[in-house]
Each structure stands twice: as structure tokens, then as C-alpha cells.
């Protein structure tokens, strides 16, 4: 396996070298060069599986960096005039201005960006990720990527990042040719380990939702599916804070518009999709014997005792800032709703119409109440309350679920 590393920046790889060396890679298998020209030369006459181009790069070493010289020699490695095209292409950039600039152009031929920084080392984990997958595949290894829990996630933070705080040993791994990322764990339960995979959703929403999970289901062949994260919830049923187990999952728009009479008239049509019976005994037992005094929290002077709350929970395919769209859905379609969010719906469809047997469940933290006052104060809050549910439920059920 053949590396090219195009950065003006070259001490920074020094770990990186490091861990090359330690994967059996020979130092003659990755070359470091400070600027496209140099680049462009031993492109003529050599062929890389792998090239990381940092996105401000100068054209001879001598001059200035700049962000064309990076997306012209881009265009370059995918034109005809290019006679050695590597199998992937990763862009690297401390700069975050210039990342979201050219995150689109990367993502449209599948390729990524990855963010730099000198304070942690996620770039080189994701890094060492692609590199791995290109390693096993030029090694012709069968990629086992059987997992027995996966974990879904709306949003990157504050979502994924409070999933990847629980100390479950979590390392990145590409598991696709495109490039798929998933942050693959561990749990220890009475001398067994069992695998755990958890991602986040490049959208918002039931759509995205559905087709990520259908995705990681075949690949991935969980027997577990979870979502954890935050929701909205009705003030009536729930508090700040409150974690919901979601018991029931529908999409709150689904039904039919007809004329009556001069006026256009909405008949709800609503398809509930119920949680697992045993689950939920499992979730009602665990809220019976277990202690959340843990997550009790003083914020702005307000004191808060979450609560483990099993009940309804609808999806929106929008955020909803007002209380009388909620308000509608408790009269019109379940009066003992619990909580409303975008997403778990359309994980639920996508496992309980699959072929495989699936146990599935969503479990979500309450960070406002769909009304006027919604902010994003008690996002980081809510994310972690479903995070230590989450964790609390497996220690106790996780190895039931997977006999």
C-alpha cells in the first residue's frame, strides 16, 4: 500500500509515521512532500492507493499557500490528464472556514475532509480508520463487521459525542469503499464483550434516519438498534431533563387531504409502531429499582430530579417551536404523548419492517417543550441523561436481549 502526504506541514504527521511503521507499512510505502509540484512529479511515474492533501497548500514550496492550488490540483487527480488516480483522496485543514467551504466539493465524490487540530487527536483516529480499511483490503482479509449492538444518533453533538463518553473503548473504523465511519466499542458484561456500533446521521429527520439504519442493518447485522439523544416533550407529562423511553413511535403528519365543502380538510392517518413488549417490562423494572439521583442538577438556580418515563413519542419531519401544533397532536392523535422528535420513527419503520429479527428501542432526553421558549440550553443536559440510561438499561438487560 502506497501513501502520498501533500502538506507544507510535515512535523505534524510524526505519530502518524509512527503508527505506519507499526501497522507494517515500510517507510518507502508513504512519502511526505510540502507542495503540489513535487506532487504532480512523482505522480507521472507512481501509483498511490492513498493521498491526504492539505486544503492550504502552496504550488512550489517556495510560495504562499493557497486554497486553489489544493482544489485545482484536486481537479487534476480526476482528469483525464492524471494517469495514476489514487483509490482515495482525504483533505486536511486546521482551518474551519476553509473545511466548510470545501467539505461539499470533497463530498461529491465521496471523499472527506478532515478537520485538524494540535489540542486531540480525532484526525489522526479517523485517519488511521481509512488506512486500516485500505490495509485489510489490498490484503484481500474478508471484513468481519458483525456487531451486536447498534446505535443511532440525529446529531453529531451533543448526541454522539455524550454516547462516546460512556467508557466503552471506542475506536473509528471505515467499514465501507466510500468511506462509511463508525465509531466501534465495547461493552464487558460478566466476562463476556460484546460489540457496539455508533454513528450519527449526516441529516436530520425520519427519511435519513430510516435509510442510515436499513444500511447498518445489513452491514452490520446488529441484533440490537437503539437511538438515544434529545426530544421536545409535553409540559403536562414530562420536566426538563426527563429521559423518555419511547413506547410508541408515529409520524404525526401521516393521513390524508381532502376538500369539505370550500375548505381543505386534514384526516390524521397515523401508523403506530409499538415498542417490544419484553423491552418495555425490561425499561419499567429498570425505572423501579434503579437510582437517577445521579443526574440531579442545579441549572440557573433551578434544581432537577430526572425521572426514567415510559410513554408516547411522536416524530415531526420539523422542529417544532410552538405549543399548539403539540397541543393538536395530544387532542387529535394521543393524549398521553410524552415526547416529539424527527427521528425515531423512521428507525423504528426501518426495523420492524426488516427481514432480520431486531429488538429496537429509542430512549431520549427532554431539552424543552415545542413552545416559544425553546432554546438549546438544555441540549448537552438531555444528551447525557440518554446516554446513562442507555448504559444503565445494558448493564442490566444486554446480555438477556442477546441469547
Same mark, same amino acid.
Given at each position: 500500500?502506497?501513501?502520498?502526504?501533500?502538506?507544507?506541514?510535515?512535523?505534524?504527521?510524526?505519530?502518524?509515521?509512527?503508527?505506519?511503521?507499526?501497522?507494517?507499512?515500510?517507510? &518507502?510505502?508513504?512519502?511526505?512532500?510540502?507542495?503540489?509540484?513535487?506532487?504532480?512529479?512523482?505522480?507521472?511515474?507512481?501509483?498511490?492507493?492513498?493521498?491526504?492533501?492539505?486544503?492550504?497548500?502552496?504550488?512550489?514550496?517556495?510560495?504562499?499557500? /493557497? *486554497? #486553489?492550488? &489544493?482544489?485545482?490540483?484536486? %481537479?487534476?487527480?480526476?482528469?483525464? @490528464?492524471?494517469?495514476?488516480?489514487?483509490?482515495?483522496?482525504?483533505?486536511?485543514?486546521?482551518?474551519?472556514?476553509?473545511?466548510?467551504?470545501?467539505?461539499?466539493?470533497? @463530498?461529491?465524490?465521496? =471523499?472527506?475532509?478532515?478537520?485538524?487540530?494540535?489540542?486531540?487527536?480525532? =484526525?489522526?483516529?479517523?485517519?488511521?480508520?481509512?488506512?486500516?480499511?485500505?490495509?485489510?483490503?489490498?490484503?484481500? @482479509?474478508?471484513?468481519?463487521? %458483525?456487531?451486536?449492538?447498534?446505535?443511532?444518533?440525529?446529531?453529531?453533538?451533543?448526541?454522539? !459525542?455524550?454516547?462516546?463518553?460512556?467508557?466503552? %473503548?471506542?475506536?473509528?473504523?471505515?467499514?465501507?469503499?466510500?468511506?462509511?465511519?463508525?465509531?466501534?466499542?465495547?461493552?464487558?458484561?460478566?466476562?463476556?464483550?460484546?460489540?457496539?456500533?455508533?454513528?450519527?446521521?449526516?441529516?436530520?429527520?425520519?427519511?435519513?434516519?430510516?435509510?442510515?439504519?436499513?444500511?447498518?442493518?445489513?452491514?452490520? *447485522?446488529?441484533?440490537?438498534?437503539?437511538?438515544?439523544?434529545?426530544?421536545?416533550?409535553?409540559?403536562?407529562?414530562? %420536566?426538563?431533563?426527563?429521559?423518555?423511553?419511547?413506547?410508541?413511535?408515529?409520524?404525526?403528519?401521516?393521513?390524508?387531504?381532502?376538500?369539505?365543502?370550500?375548505?381543505?380538510?386534514?384526516?390524521?392517518?397515523?401508523?403506530?409502531?409499538?415498542?417490544?413488549?419484553?423491552?418495555?417490562?425490561?425499561?419499567?423494572?429498570?425505572?423501579?429499582? &434503579? /437510582?437517577?439521583?445521579?443526574?440531579?442538577?442545579?441549572?440557573?438556580?433551578?434544581?432537577? !430530579?430526572?425521572?426514567?418515563?415510559?410513554?408516547?413519542?411522536?416524530? &415531526?419531519?420539523?422542529?417544532?417551536?410552538?405549543?399548539?401544533?403539540?397541543?393538536?397532536?395530544?387532542?387529535? #392523535?394521543?393524549?398521553?404523548?410524552?415526547?416529539?422528535?424527527?427521528?425515531?420513527?423512521?428507525?423504528?419503520?426501518?426495523?420492524?419492517?426488516?427481514?432480520?429479527?431486531?429488538?429496537?428501542?429509542?430512549?431520549?432526553?427532554?431539552?424543552?417543550?415545542? /413552545?416559544?421558549?425553546?432554546?438549546?440550553?438544555?441540549?448537552?443536559?438531555?444528551?447525557?441523561? !440518554?446516554?446513562?440510561?442507555?448504559?444503565?438499561?445494558?448493564?442490566?438487560?444486554?446480555?438477556?436481549?442477546?441469547?
Amino acid at each position: 500500500m502506497k501513501i502520498l502526504i501533500i502538506d507544507d506541514n510535515p512535523r505534524r504527521y510524526g505519530e502518524l509515521a509512527t503508527q505506519l511503521d507499526q501497522l507494517g507499512l515500510n517507510k &518507502s510505502d508513504y512519502k511526505i512532500v510540502d507542495c503540489v509540484n513535487t506532487a504532480e512529479d512523482l505522480l507521472v511515474s507512481n501509483y498511490y492507493d492513498l493521498i491526504i492533501l492539505d486544503i492550504l497548500i502552496p504550488y512550489y514550496n517556495y510560495g504562499e499557500a /493557497d *486554497k #486553489q492550488v &489544493s482544489i485545482d490540483f484536486f %481537479n487534476y487527480l480526476h482528469s483525464d @490528464e492524471c494517469n495514476h488516480k489514487p483509490e482515495k483522496i482525504i483533505g486536511i485543514t486546521s482551518d474551519k472556514e476553509i473545511l466548510k467551504k470545501t467539505q461539499s466539493k470533497f @463530498e461529491a465524490f465521496t =471523499w472527506q475532509i478532515i478537520g485538524y487540530s494540535d489540542t486531540d487527536d480525532d =484526525w489522526l483516529k479517523t485517519l488511521l480508520a481509512y488506512i486500516n480499511y485500505l490495509i485489510r483490503k489490498n490484503r484481500s @482479509e474478508e471484513n468481519n463487521y %458483525n456487531y451486536d449492538v447498534l446505535i443511532i444518533n440525529a446529531l453529531q453533538f451533543p448526541e454522539l !459525542s455524550a454516547i462516546l463518553e460512556l467508557p466503552w %473503548n471506542w475506536r473509528k473504523i471505515v467499514i465501507t469503499e466510500n468511506g462509511l465511519l463508525i465509531n466501534s466499542g465495547q461493552i464487558a458484561l460478566d466476562d463476556n464483550k460484546f460489540k457496539i456500533a455508533a454513528i450519527h446521521a449526516t441529516d436530520m429527520g425520519m427519511v435519513p434516519t430510516s435509510i442510515l439504519t436499513t444500511q447498518l442493518i445489513n452491514i452490520l *447485522k446488529p441484533k440490537v438498534v437503539c437511538m438515544t439523544g434529545i426530544c421536545a416533550g409535553n409540559s403536562t407529562e414530562v %420536566n426538563l431533563g426527563d429521559i423518555v423511553v419511547a413506547s410508541t413511535s408515529w409520524d404525526h403528519q401521516s393521513g390524508k387531504r381532502e376538500m369539505f365543502g370550500d375548505k381543505v380538510i386534514f384526516k390524521n392517518s397515523p401508523q403506530y409502531i409499538p415498542l417490544n413488549h419484553l423491552i418495555k417490562r425490561d425499561f419499567q423494572d429498570l425505572n423501579s429499582v &434503579s /437510582d437517577f439521583k445521579a443526574l440531579n442538577k442545579e441549572i440557573n438556580n433551578i434544581s432537577y !430530579s430526572p425521572t426514567l418515563r415510559i410513554g408516547p413519542m411522536a416524530s &415531526s419531519s420539523a422542529v417544532l417551536a410552538d405549543r399548539e401544533t403539540l397541543d393538536k397532536i395530544v387532542t387529535t #392523535q394521543n393524549r398521553k404523548l410524552m415526547g416529539i422528535d424527527m427521528e425515531v420513527f423512521g428507525l423504528y419503520s426501518a426495523c420492524y419492517y426488516h427481514f432480520n429479527n431486531i429488538y429496537f428501542f429509542a430512549i431520549k432526553g427532554v431539552c424543552d417543550f415545542a /413552545d416559544s421558549e425553546k432554546n438549546d440550553n438544555f441540549q448537552d443536559y438531555a444528551a447525557k441523561n !440518554s446516554a446513562f440510561a442507555l448504559n444503565l438499561y445494558f448493564q442490566k438487560n444486554l446480555i438477556k436481549l442477546l441469547r
